[in-house]
């Protein structure tokens, strides 16, 4: 069991950075911050460079986390959050990746959740600092806290729709 989880949190936490350092830098086939950015406000979100900064940040870091078993139910919970965030951008286009829909968001949402209740295993930081296994408590707060907050930053930094023909400020007066 615990090669398993060793395996599922370095897959999935690697990919959840690397899709951070997309965001922000050029590696790993990114178009920079500045396109980071202009993928956001294509998203239709507020915010610009700060928005993409925070989100890489958060997958970056989120990521790492995850990726060395370190404060488990904490890292899991942010990836929950900013992939429920790429799920809401990617769902009008249905479920599945070939048409970039939600597919892959829901698998790396689901996986964080797993990895939240099952723990990270021995072969992690958290075991090497003995702070497994986490109260049940714990992780439950994180698989609620971590899509919300997702929700949350989805409802505050979207900008509505522009009607063709209006400007932000005649349709925000509709």
């Known amino acids: 069991m615990d090669t398993g989880l060793l395996i599922l949190r370095l897959v999935v936490g690697l990919l959840i950075a690397g899709h951070g ?3 922000i830098s050029f590696r790993l086939g990114g178009h ?4 980071g950015t202009e993928e956001f406000r294509h998203d239709g979100f507020r915010g610009g460079r700060l928005t993409a900064l925070a989100a890489g940040g958060s997958q970056i870091g989120a990521g790492l986390f995850l990726a060395a078993g370190l404060l488990t139910p904490v890292a899991a919970m942010a990836a929950m959050g900013v992939m429920t965030v790429a799920g809401t951008v990617k769902r009008h286009n249905g479920l599945w990746v070939q048409n970039d829909g939600y597919e892959y968001p829901m698998v790396l949402v689901v ?3 797993v990895l939240a209740l099952t723990g990270p295993g021995r072969w992690s930081a958290d075991h090497a600092l003995g702070l497994t296994p986490w109260p049940l408590w714990v992780p ?3 698989i609620v806290a971590g899509p919300v907050s997702g929700l949350l930053t989805r409802v505050v930094l979207h900008r509505p729709a522009v009607k063709e023909g ?3 400020y005649a349709q925000a007066a509709d």
């Open 21 to 23: 350092v997309q965001k």
């Open 166 to 168: 209006t400007t932000r």
């Open 32 to 35: 920079g911050l500045a396109g």
């Open 111 to 113: 996986a964080s959740v």
């Open 140 to 142: 439950v707060v994180a």
